[in-house]
C-alpha cells in the first residue's frame, strides 16, 4: 500500500494543509514543464512531514491559496533539492519565500559529498539508499498519471527530511553549520536578485556592443518579452537572440530595412512594432544610453585568476568543499581587479564570511607576493604547497 496521498479533491487537500500547518519542517518538490511556456506549467507539487506524504496535483483546479500560506508562514523550514524553481513557484503563488531553505545539493557540497549531486546520487552516498529514477522526460501535464509516475514524484520528497537531518549532522561536526545557513541565505538572494535585475544583459553576444546598439537592443528585448508573456510562449520563439543582436547592430530605419535582413521574413507582421522599438532607442539622449557591458581588462588579468583558480582548487580540497561552491571564476576575477585597483572594482564577496575564511589571506598573500606555490606531493588530494616567499 502506497505511504503517500494523491490529492485532486478539496477533501483530500484539507489534510494536507492541517499537516503543514502543524510541522516545522517540510520537505518540497514539484514537477513542472517549461519548454513550451512563457513560464513554467506546475504540474504538481510534492511535500512530505513526519506524519505523511501528499501528492496535489495543481491542474485538477484546486484552490491552492491555503497550501501554499501554509508552506511559506513564518517558524518553518522548507527542504527543497536545487531550490531555485521551488523558490520561484512560492513567490508567484504565495507572493512571498519560506522562512529558511535547506537545499541539501548545497549542504552535499559543503561537507565534501560534491556539488551539484543529483537526488538518486545523494541519495546513495549519505544515506545508502538506493532509488530508481525514469520519470524525468515525463510530460508532467498529461492526465491521468500513472501509479508509476505518482509513485516516482512521492519518491523525490520521501527522504529528503532524512536527508536534511544527515547533512546538517556532518555540517555540525564539521563546524559548518553557519556556512550552511549563508549558502541557503545567499541563494535564495539571487532567486530575488534575478527577477528585478535587467535579463536583457545577459543576451549572448551583448558584451562589447556600443552603447546605442545596447539601447537599441534593451527595446528588442521589452518587445519581446511582452510578446512573449501575452502569447504564453518562450522568449526564443518570438525572436531568437542571435537575431535580437543583429537587429539591434543593424538598427533599421524601416519596415523595409528590417525585412531585407536574412531570417527576418518570418516576421513580417512584426516588423513596424520592431522598427518602432529601434526608433525609440535612437531618440534617447545620451544621458540615458545604458552603460557599456565590457570591462578593459589588462592582459595579466586572466593569467593571475587562473593561478588563483588552481590554488582556489587545492584549499576546496584541503577543506573538503566542492570548488564550484567556494569560487567561480567570475569570482577570482573580480578579486584580482580589486587587488589593480581597476575603475569600479569592489570588495569581492569571496573575501567575506566562510570563503574568506579560506581563501581571503591565501590569495592575498600570493597576488601581493608574500607567499609561492609549489608541487609538494603528486599523490596528495591537495598536491600543491603554499610557502612564505
Not at 477533501?11 to 512563457?38: C, Q
Not at 491542474?59 to 517558524?75: C, H, K, N, V, Y
Not at 569560487?327 to 573580480?334: E, F, K, M, R, V
Request: glycine share 6%.
Amino acid at each position: 500500500m502506497a505511504d503517500w496521498t494523491y490529492v485532486d479533491t478539496p477533501e483530500a487537500l484539507a489534510p494536507a494543509v492541517d499537516a503543514l500547518r502543524a510541522a516545522t519542517i517540510i520537505g518540497f518538490d514539484t514537477e513542472f514543464v517549461g519548454e513550451s511556456t512563457y513560464e513554467p506549467v506546475l504540474c504538481l507539487l510534492q511535500v512530505a512531514t513526519e506524519t505523511g506524504i501528499w501528492v496535489i496535483d495543481p491542474l485538477s483546479r484546486l484552490d491552492l491559496t491555503a497550501f501554499w500560506e501554509a508552506l511559506t508562514a513564518p517558524g518553518r523550514t522548507v527542504v527543497a533539492l536545487a531550490a531555485r524553481q521551488e523558490l520561484l513557484f512560492c513567490l508567484r503563488y504565495a507572493g512571498r519565500l519560506p522562512e529558511t531553505i535547506f537545499d541539501p545539493q548545497i549542504a552535499a557540497g559543503l561537507v565534501g559529498f560534491g556539488y551539484p549531486m543529483s537526488h538518486t546520487n545523494m541519495l546513495l552516498k549519505v544515506l545508502d539508499l538506493r532509488v530508481h529514477g525514469g520519470e524525468t522526460v515525463t510530460d508532467w501535464r498529461k492526465r491521468p498519471l500513472t501509479s508509476k509516475q505518482l509513485e516516482y514524484s512521492a519518491d523525490d520528497v520521501r527522504s529528503l527530511l532524512t536527508l536534511r537531518s544527515a547533512l546538517l549532522a556532518s555540517a555540525e561536526a564539521l563546524g559548518r553549520a553557519e556556512w550552511l545557513g549563508a549558502e541557503c541565505a545567499r541563494m535564495t538572494e539571487r532567486v530575488i536578485r534575478s527577477l528585478t535585475e535587467e535579463r536583457w544583459q545577459r543576451t549572448p553576444g551583448a558584451t562589447g556592443l556600443p552603447r546605442r546598439v545596447l539601447a537599441v537592443l534593451r527595446e528588442l528585448w521589452a518587445w519581446r518579452d511582452e510578446e512573449a508573456r501575452r502569447s504564453d510562449v518562450p522568449q526564443r520563439r518570438v525572436l531568437g537572440d542571435d537575431m535580437m543582436i543583429e537587429v539591434a547592430k543593424r538598427s533599421p530605419k524601416t519596415p523595409e530595412d528590417l525585412l531585407a535582413l536574412r531570417g527576418m521574413d518570418r516576421y513580417r507582421k512584426s516588423a513596424r512594432d520592431l522598427v518602432e522599438a529601434v526608433r525609440r532607442a535612437l531618440a534617447l539622449p545620451d544621458a540615458h544610453l545604458p552603460a557599456l557591458l565590457r570591462r578593459d581588462d589588462p592582459p595579466q588579468l586572466s593569467v593571475l585568476s587562473s593561478v588563483l583558480s588552481v590554488v582556489a582548487a587545492g584549499l576546496a580540497a584541503d577543506h573538503k568543499v566542492d570548488p564550484a561552491l567556494l569560487a567561480t571564476s567570475g569570482d577570482l576575477q573580480d578579486l584580482v581587479r580589486w587587488q589593480l585597483k581597476l575603475p569600479g572594482a569592489e570588495r569581492p564577496a569571496i573575501m567575506d564570511g566562510w570563503r574568506g575564511a579560506i581563501l581571503g589571506q591565501p590569495l592575498l598573500d600570493l597576488l601581493n607576493g608574500k607567499s609561492v606555490i609549489r608541487v609538494h606531493d603528486v599523490h596528495a588530494r591537495n598536491p600543491l604547497r603554499i610557502d612564505t616567499a
